[in-house]
C-alpha cells in the first residue's frame, strides 16, 4: 500500500484519488495540516524538499506533482492502458491536456481564487478573463468529442475534471460552455472515485461560504 499525503479539498490531490481507484491501487491517507506548517517538518522535507501535496511513497519511491502520479499509478498498476496509452500521438494529446491543465486551467482557478480565499483580497477582473479564456479552450478541444483526448477516458479527463468539479463549488458558472458541460456530466457517471471527489470539493467548498 502507498503512503498518500494529501488533502481532501484540493483538485491535485482528488485527481490522485480517482486514478489510483481506476487501477485498484488502495492508497494509506495521510491527512498534511498545512495551516499548522506540517509540510514544513524535517521528516516530510526529506521525503519532499519542495513540501507540496499531493505526495506519493510507494515502498519507499517518492513522487510529487499530482499529473506525474496519475501517469507513474496508469504506468505501474494499470492492467491496461487504456488511461494513458502507449500509442505516441494518443499519450501526446493526453499530455497536452494535462499541461494544459496545468499551466493554463488549473492555474487560473489559482490566480483568481486563491487570493480572495486565502488573503482576502478583491476579486482581480482581469485574473476572471483568464478563467472565461481558459474554459474557451477547453470547450473547443471539447468540440463533437465525449472525452478530451481521444475516444474513452484518460488521465486527461481525471485532471481535468478535479478542476472543473472545483470550479463549480468556487461558484463558477459552467452551463455557458456548452461542450464542457456535456462532458462535465458525463464525468461524473464514468469517471471512477466520482464520489469521493465530490466530497473533497464540498470541504473546498466551505472556503467560499
Not at 17 to 45: D, S, Y
Not at 125 to 152: C, M, R, V
Amino acid at each position: 500500500m502507498a503512503d498518500f499525503y494529501y488533502l481532501p479539498g484540493s483538485a491535485p490531490c482528488r485527481s490522485v484519488i480517482m486514478v489510483a481507484k481506476a487501477v485498484g491501487v488502495e492508497l494509506n491517507k495521510k491527512l498534511l495540516n498545512l495551516q499548522a506548517g506540517e509540510h514544513l517538518k524535517p521528516e516530510f522535507l526529506k521525503i519532499n524538499p519542495q513540501h507540496t501535496i499531493p505526495t506519493l511513497v510507494d515502498n519507499g519511491f517518492a513522487l510529487w506533482e499530482s499529473r506525474a502520479i496519475l501517469v507513474y499509478l496508469v504506468e505501474k498498476y494499470g492492467k491496461t492502458d487504456s488511461l494513458y496509452p502507449k500509442c505516441p500521438k494518443k499519450r501526446a494529446v493526453i499530455n497536452q491536456r494535462l499541461y494544459f491543465d496545468m499551466g493554463t486551467l488549473y492555474q487560473s482557478f489559482a490566480n483568481y481564487y486563491y487570493p480572495q480565499v486565502f488573503a482576502k483580497a478583491p476579486a482581480d477582473p482581469e485574473a476572471f478573463k483568464k478563467i472565461e479564456a481558459a474554459f474557451d479552450f477547453l470547450n473547443t478541444f471539447l468540440e463533437g468529442q465525449t472525452y478530451a483526448a481521444g475516444d474513452s477516458l484518460t488521465v486527461a479527463d481525471i485532471a481535468l475534471v478535479a478542476s472543473v468539479s472545483t470550479f463549480e463549488v468556487a461558484g463558477f458558472d459552467i452551463s455557458k460552455y456548452a461542450n464542457v458541460n456535456k462532458w462535465y456530466e458525463n464525468l461524473k457517471k464514468v469517471c471512477p472515485g466520482w464520489d469521493e471527489n465530490w466530497a473533497g470539493c464540498q470541504e473546498f467548498k466551505k472556503y467560499f461560504e
